[in-house]
Structures are given as C-alpha cells and as structure tokens.
C-alpha cells in the first residue's frame, strides 16, 4: 500500500462495469460524484470475466484485469482520478465461484487432464463415483438435448487448433478440449508417418506424472508439423475418419468422448446427477473449494496485489453463504490484507459481505468484517413504509381473486420442496447420502433407511427461516441453535410418527453435537464433509425458493418482495426501526446501507410508489375490480387456459402502478412502446421464476405468447385505451405519496448509522424493474448538467417529477456528510418522542457527536395528509398539532433546515411540523452551536 492512511469512507456509488461501461467511463464520472459527496466507487467485479459478461460475476481468470474494462492501465487511471478528489475504490471479488468456459484456463485443464490436473481440487468436484460411468469423471451437462440425439444429428464436432496444436470437439459455441493421450486415436487414423510417430507418444502420457508439461511441448511439435499444408491435410483427412456421415465414423466419435474426463449430457441431467457444485442451479457456474490455502491464494493473487499497491480501498465478498466457511474466510481474508506490507498501522480495511439475513437474525460478530451490503437495511425502511392496515384486505382480495396462499411462509415451503426435489435434487441427494453412510457407522442408527433420511431431511431444510447456519467443529452459536431448533419443530409437526425420531440423528449430525470430541478418523472426516454440504444446500434452497420462486407466486403487494425482504411481515412500527438503528450503531456503525441494487426486483422508487397501496387499500381494490371487468375481453383463451392468470394479472397491474414513468402519457405511442418492452421483459421472466404455468426449463410458450399479446392490448392496442388510461390515472395518483416516500428513504439512509450506498443512476427516480432493466445505461449527462444548476426549494418542489429534488437532497445531505464526518462516524443516535395528532406519522432522530448535532424527521404513511395534493409535500395545515420533542440540551439553539434553507424555531422544546415541513417534504437540520436568543437578537 503506497498511500499513508486509508480514505475516509463516508458514502459509495455503485458501478456495474461491462463493455458497454468501462473503468475508463466511471473516471469521467469521478467529479460529478466527488461533487456529489461520494467517497468510494463501488465497483462490480474487475477481473476477468466471460466474454461479453454484462455483470461480472462470471469469472475466468482471477490472476488479471478484465480487458474488457479497459485492463489494468485503466484501472490505474481510474484510481489516479480518484485520488486526485480523496477518493477511494471498493472492489467486488467472487470467491464462491467461476464462469465454466473454455476460456477459463482452470476449468480447462480440468476438462483435459480431469483428476491429474494440477486444477483438480480447486473446484467442487466428487470425483468418486459409484456409478461407472461417472467413476473419474465430471459431468457435462451442457447439450440440448439426449446425448445419443446430438450425437446422431453432427452436433459434435471434431476440431484442430492449428496455433496451437491441440483437439477439441465443439458443440455449437461450446468447446471441449480432448486429454492429450487421446489424441492418439486420431492422429492413428492418419496414413502419415510422422503424425503415427507422434500418436505413440501422445498415447504414452496416459498415467504418467508429468503429462500435462509433456503435453505442452508435443502439442507444440504437433503444431509445427502442420505448418506444412501437405501434413496439415493428413490430419484433416484423419479427423474425417470421426465424422457422423456414417455409423463407423459415429462410433469412432462416441469412443473418443468415452475416454474423455468428461461426459457430455443433456444439460436437464444437472438436477439430477451432476457431481460438481453450482452456484444456485446455474450450470455455467462452478463453485470454488475457496477453504482451501492453495485455492484461497491462487483466486486472490491479483486482488492483494492491487491492495499492496494501494488501488483497492475496500472489498465486497459476493454470495458470503455459498462459501464451505464463511467464519474462517473473513477472518483470513483479514489477517491478509492487513498483513501486507505497507498496511497503515492502526486503520482498518473495509470489508463487507453480501449476506441475506432472516427475521432477527445478526451477522456474527466474530467474522471481523464491517457488515453487509445493506439488503437488511432495504428491508427495515419498507416495513416502516407500509400500512399494517392495508394488511388484511389485501391478503383477502390476493386469496378470493387467486385461489393461492395469503401466508407467504406457505409459498416458501411449498417452493422450498420444489427446488429440492427438482432443481437443487443432485446437491440434496449428496447430503442424504452422506447422512446415510453415518447411519451405517452406528449401531442405534444402522437400520435408518435412505428414504426415511430423504424425508426428514426435506421437512427440515423447507422449513428453514434463514439461509444457512453456520455450525463448525465445536458446534452451534446460539443464534444457530435456535433457528435449526425452530426448523426442526416445524418439520417435527408435519413427519409421520415414524421419521420423526430421525430428526434427533440427524441434528446430532449436523452440528448440534461438536465432531471435535470424536478420534480422528474416518467418522470424523465424513461428519465434516455431510455438515458442509448441509450448510451448502440450505443457502441456495432458500435463494431459490423465495428469491426465485415465492417472490413471484406471491402478489399481497410486490413492495414487500425484494432481495432481503421478509413479506411474511408486512409492517413495523417506528420503535422498531429505531431499534435497529440502535443495534447497527452499536455492532456494525459502518455497515453498508442500501435501498436499490444490481439484484432488486424492483427499484427504490418503484416500491416506494407501491407502498402507497398499503395505505388505500380500499381504493386499490375497487379499482383492481374494474380493471378487471374492463380486462375481460382483452384476454386471449389461444393458450388454453386463462391468459394471464388471475395472480399474474393482479401484479402485472401492481408492476403498472408502480412503474410508470411519471412523464409518460398513455397516448404517447412511442414512449408507451418502449414502456411495454421493459414490462414484458419482466412479465416473461415473472411467469418462469413462479414456475406454475411456465418456466426457465420447460416454458409454456403458448401461455407466455398470450400473456404478451394481453400486455400490448393493455399498453398499446385501441381496444386497452379505456383500462391503459385509467392505470396511468392510478399510478399518478399515487405518484405525491410515493415521491414522499421515497425522499424519506434517501435521507434515512444518508443519515442513520451505517455508510449509504447509491446505486447507478438512482440520484434520480429509480422505477425500474427486475435486471436485466435494473442495469439500463444511466444518462449521467442529464444529472450532471442537473447538479450543477442551483435550485430552490420551490423549483424542486415545483419539478419534482424530473427526479432533481431527489439529486438535489442527497447532495445536499453528503456535503454535510462530507464537512462533518466526525459525527457520522462517531455520533450516536438518539430517537425523539413525537405528540400531538399525527405523532403516529413522523420518525425523527437525532445524531450527536461532541458538540455537532443533526435532527431528522421524516413522514411515514401520510397518504391520507396529502389528499388530492399535485406534489409530494404535505399541507402544513394537516399537520395541525404534530410536533417534535427536543431533548433538554439542544432546548433553545438555532436550528438550521438544510433542504429548505431557512431557520426553524423551536419553542418549549418543541418543533412544530407544520412548520419544519412547510417547504420541504423532510426535514434535515443542523443544530447550531450558538443560541436561540444570540439569533433572535
């Protein structure tokens, strides 16, 4: 690390780089950000990635820059950029996984070279297998189709590298590189001397130690051979030999690929057989063994290197729940970085971990990272937003209009089940195994059968209310014991009478007794790896099933279905959000605070405009029936059902609402077409992530095509021009509230504890939708030119539509930010008591640091104070005699409101909100050091 001390982090802005948005585009945004009162870019990942990769998650090689961004030359400009306005840079980094391609030199030897590859145990990979077929080897479940079928029809192609000297066979874009001795199969076929010469040495690297170095140096000689056209032709002629034209040449193929470390298969096999672990179900990612010294090193060369050198700033661990360890990892992570030369003594490295926490559950303490990404955060602000009211009658009209389950906790277990059985089944199937070979090792529990182990370990792992729990040699934390004791009651309560005692074996199995006090030995070896493997089901289980499954089959009120949401509870008091910003200030002060992400379903405005409804239930409930009787003859019945079904059509309104653009007239044809792409995008993959009538492995294409054509009836046809109208109506009638809401959300999160992180482009409204819209290019030219205009509070209130009150506030409240730091590092937090007729509709704090204190009150659930107003700002008249209590010692200071410039009076220690939000929706206000009577005078 070449730099003293480690930059002040103070607040993050997200950039998702790709081809399209490289290193070299995010430093020409580095002064509209430093301007803006952002410390640190926070960067999705820098090394490289597969070609064309539109995120960066999907990894090939750890060791460089990607080139795509612009290599390591424009990563330094960016950082010199940085530094040049005191800025910092924290850096994503995937050490669950990689992208499987050829162009991954890792997974590529372990496709040519299978369990000699000096890359073998870097991947999660059983290469023991009782199958014969498998004993060896990995599956490759990458074909269309059957095997035999793409096999019959020529898909598979034999190819020559002729730079390089090296056989693979394609299929389609994929290549798969054929082991070297194998080679001599083809080189056999061949009537040239010296190609057979070379087939006898290619053949002898079979079992040989140093074949893969010996492979390099023939594969070269084979390359120079074929400079010669006249032996280049010999080879092609012999590579016709492996042709489909004919059976022999067919047979001769299959053989090849027979003696391959590999077997090629239809990618639906996955569920079912593969015999290396995913991230999730996705087939083109494999995971790392990450806990392993050799592996940890080799991923995370490039990454320490930049550190020493003094780019990276800080790091953001991706899919923290996928690793075997998370405990130890961040721990040696830390010991790492920190023990790199040049670290500045006494400062702390920034490390965060995307990391999905369940309903009271706390990052463990002991992992010595700085916290999370922020959903939790995403989550506390939404249930603050939400009408507990509007609970009831609309958990009633989704269960009459729909027929499914009110209880989100419902669609869980039943999408817990279904992704198990289906999807997640090879991974599941590995963990009931495992438990079955520890059955046999013991005398009580030897006559425990597979299948009764099968069923009682579905019904714990469905009704798991976190992602994973983190049990290690010693046992279960208490956190952990108390949410597997609450999975295992759950299951205890739907088994037969008969599996039931199985549940006690198997909590002993799986962490509730500590494998430390058991010799060494072969028992102990396989408790470890079975707990593992648990840990590394129940985490991408719970994905799966909420994330990408119940979140679309549920529709209560699509707000309250995000990444690290909760719908299950639809509400919170005020005391409960103070509680939790008490609690983070405490335990985690910088963690990261977010309200949109590269993940969400829905952006930050989209479900701030959606929580209205909770508050006009009613409303939205006549008008969802009249919608629904004007809809009627819109549908199509081409698909032999309902097109769209009576939940999908619920929130596709609900998507409608909450999404539609604020300048968007619904006789805009243009601008309503390119609404109606983004929508349908999101409607196509809504329907697939519900898999009931449609799906990403089978989809129902006739459903889908009806479900499409139903849309562009609704948003572009003459015929949807009554129902289009009054949905556009709707949705601006919801539009003051939802502003409001979201204004507050912006300023809670710039100013409760933690470190606030702005999402691409969300400076402005945020309404978008599920990615891929939620990583639309962002028009930075737009915003800048915005900034650097002055305005007004009446301007802003004046234009809110064009998002520059939001720009403007969050400005507003980081240069504060920034000329305060002190406070918001060090401050604490402090919730004021609200009275009067709406005290039950304001949440105020403050934040005090020595002599510096900050209040801030913003309104929660005032749709019904707004009425029928044209702008997100309360009457100040509705207010009547609300007030905020001021704690004795800030009685009779001068009070400055930042977003409406003007002092705010406080009299008898109290503030009156219908003057502290007279002229702006929120109240930001610094407390002056002097006093009241010094100002007055």
């Not at 950039?15 to 009162?37: C, E, I, K, R, S």
């Not at 010469?197 to 023939?218: I, K």
């Not at 079975?530 to 009120?557: C, I, M, N, W």
């Not at 949705?731 to 999160?749: K, Y």
Request: net charge negative; proline share 5%; hydrophobic share 40%.
């Amino acid at each position: 690390m070449n730099h003293e001390t480690l930059i002040e982090l103070r607040a993050t802005a997200r950039m998702q780089l790709h081809a399209g948005f490289t290193l070299d585009d995010a430093t020409a945004l580095v002064g509209y950000f430093a301007d803006l009162g952002v410390s640190h870019f926070y960067a999705s990942p820098l090394t490289s990635a597969r070609p064309g990769s539109l995120h960066g998650y999907d990894v090939i090689d750890p060791t460089r820059i990607n080139p795509e961004l612009g290599g390591e030359a424009a990563l330094q400009r960016l950082v010199h950029a940085l530094r040049e306005r005191q800025m910092g840079l924290i850096v994503d980094i995937v050490p669950n996984h990689m992208a499987v391609s050829d162009a991954n030199p890792w997974w590529h030897s372990v496709l040519a070279w299978g369990v000699t590859s000096p890359y073998a145990d870097f991947f999660d990979i059983n290469w023991h297998s009782a199958d014969a077929l498998m004993d060896g080897r990995l599956l490759a479940p990458f074909l269309g189709r059957d095997y035999a079928k793409v096999l019959d029809a020529g898909e598979l192609l034999l190819d020559f590298d002729v730079a390089n000297g090296t056989f693979s066979v394609n299929y389609f874009d994929n290549r798969f590189p054929l082991t070297p001795p194998s080679y001599a199969d083809i080189l056999h076929c061949s009537d040239d001397l010296r190609l057979n010469e070379l087939a006898v040495r290619f053949a002898a690297l079979e079992g040989s130690r140093q074949a893969p170095e010996q492979a390099q140096h023939l594969c070269k000689e084979l390359a120079q051979l074929c400079v010669n056209d006249a032996q280049l032709d010999h080879l092609r002629q012999a590579m016709k030999s492996f042709r489909h034209e004919d059976l022999q040449g067919n047979n001769r193929l299959h053989a090849l690929l027979e003696r391959q470390h590999y077997r090629l298969a239809n990618w639906r096999t996955a569920a079912d057989e593969i015999n290396w672990r995913r991230f999730f179900d996705v087939n083109e990612l494999v995971s790392l063994k990450i806990e392993s010294p050799e592996v940890f090193e080799a991923a995370h060369v490039k990454i320490f290197d930049l550190v020493e050198r003094g780019l990276i700033d800080g790091l953001r661990i991706d899919h923290i729940d996928g690793l075997a360890d998370p405990h130890s990892y961040c721990r040696r992570l830390r010991r790492r970085i920190e023990g790199l030369p040049g670290h500045p003594p006494g400062t702390r490295f920034p490390i965060y971990v995307e990391k999905i926490l369940g309903d009271g559950e706390a990052l463990p303490v002991d992992w010595q990272v700085d916290g999370t990404t922020g959903y939790e955060f995403m989550n506390q602000v939404s249930l603050l937003q939400h009408d507990p009211q509007g609970a009831p009658p609309l958990q009633q009209l989704w269960a009459i209009e729909t027929t499914r389950p009110a209880d989100f906790l419902q669609e869980v277990y039943e999408a817990r089940r279904l992704v198990l059985t289906h999807s997640l089944a090879a991974d599941f199937e590995t963990v009931a195994q495992g438990l079955m070979a520890l059955a046999r090792m013991n005398l009580d529990t030897r006559d425990l059968t597979l299948n009764s182990i099968r069923r009682v370990l579905l019904e714990l792992i469905a009704n798991f209310s976190v992602y994973r729990t983190y049990a290690a040699a010693c046992g279960r934390s208490e956190q952990d014991c108390q949410y597997y004791q609450q999975a295992a009651l759950a299951a205890d309560q739907r088994l037969c009478e008969s599996d039931k005692d199985i549940l006690a074996a198997l909590d002993h199995w799986l962490g509730g007794e500590s494998f430390n006090q058991l010799p060494p030995g072969p028992e102990r070896r396989l408790r470890q790896r079975v707990l593992r493997r648990f840990h590394q089901l129940t985490s991408p289980a719970a994905a799966k099933a909420v994330e990408d499954t119940a979140f679309y089959r549920s529709g209560v009120l699509l707000s309250r279905n995000d990444v690290g949401f909760d719908p299950g509870h639809f509400s919170a008091l005020v005391e409960a959000f103070h509680n939790v910003n008490l609690e983070r200030n405490k335990s985690y002060p910088r963690s990261l605070l977010a309200t949109a992400t590269h993940d969400h379903k829905r952006g930050e405005d989209t479900r701030a405009r959606l929580a209205v409804i909770s508050e006009r239930a009613p409303w939205y409930i006549d008008r969802v029936r009249q919608w629904k009787q004007l809809a009627a003859p819109l549908r199509s019945s081409g698909a032999g059902v309902r097109a769209p079904s009576a939940g999908d059509e619920l929130m596709l309104y609900q998507t409608l609402l909450g999404s539609w653009p604020l300048d968007l007239e619904s006789t805009n044809q243009s601008g309503m077409r390119a609404y109606f792409e983004r929508v349908a995008g999101w409607q196509q993959k809504a329907l697939r992530e519900a898999k009931l009538l449609s799906s990403w492995s089978t989809p129902n294409s006739p459903y889908e095509d009806a479900c499409r054509e139903f849309l562009a009836v609704v948003l572009l046809g003459s015929q949807g021009q009554s129902l289009r109208a009054q949905i556009a109506d709707a949705a601006a009638d919801l539009a003051p509230a939802g502003a409001l809401n979201s204004l507050a959300q912006s300023l809670l999160r710039l100013t409760v504890p933690g470190v606030p992180d702005l999402y691409q482009g969300a400076e402005f409204w945020d309404f978008s939708l599920v990615d891929p819209d939620n990583r639309r290019p962002v028009d930075y030219s737009t915003r800048q030119a915005a900034f650097a205009e002055e305005h007004s509070a009446n301007q802003l209130l004046e234009n809110w539509k064009n998002g520059r009150i939001k720009q403007q506030l969050i400005g507003r409240a980081l240069d504060w930010r920034r000329e305060h730091a002190s406070l918001f590092r060090h401050g604490n937090y402090q919730p004021l008591q609200t009275i009067g007729e709406h005290a039950n509709k304001l949440c105020a704090f403050a934040r005090e640091y020595e002599d510096r204190s900050i209040i801030v009150v913003v309104p929660v659930l005032v749709a019904s104070l707004l009425g029928d107003a044209s702008d997100p700002l309360v009457p100040a008249k509705q207010w009547g005699d609300t007030a905020v209590q001021l704690p004795a010692h800030l009685h009779k200071r001068r009070l400055e409101n930042l977003l409406a410039a003007e002092t705010v009076m406080e009299r008898s220690g109290q503030i009156a909100a219908s003057e502290l939000l007279a002229r702006f929706p929120v109240g930001f206000i610094s407390v002056q050091s002097d006093g009241l009577e010094e100002h007055q005078s």
